[in-house]
């Protein structure tokens, strides 16, 4: 396969770099110019007043101790929990026995 031009000429000429003893067209012989100054390095906030020599913490009251709660009945609760588990499981059946009537009805729908 040939990729070279049809007029004979040499294709990678337009691409070539340009001589070096003719001057560079597009001003790359300028000088650079001058670096930019480097920002003054960072010194932190300035220093705060002193404080007066008669400046004392704020003083805190001090709280008193905490109040004992009362006693739980432990067997109130036992029951308590005991009452909700077994509404827990009732609501669970009754859904799941909706959701089992509702799957029935749809697959003898789906059947018949």
Not at 68 to 80: C, T
Not at 93 to 103: D, P, Q, R, S
């Amino acid at each position: 396969m040939n990729v070279s031009a049809s007029t004979g000429s040499d294709d990678d000429a337009y691409w070539q770099r340009p001589d070096a003893e003719a001057g560079d067209p597009f001003g790359a012989e300028r000088p650079a110019p001058a670096p930019e100054p480097k920002p003054p390095a960072y010194e932190g906030p300035p220093r705060p007043a002193p404080a007066s020599p008669h400046w004392r913490p704020p003083v805190v009251s001090e709280p008193p101790p905490p109040r004992s709660m009362p006693a739980q009945d432990m067997e109130a609760l036992d029951d308590a929990e005991g009452a909700a588990r077994t509404m827990t499981y009732g609501v669970g059946l009754v859904a799941g026995a909706i959701a089992l009537i509702v799957m029935f009805l749809l697959c003898a729908r789906t059947l018949f």
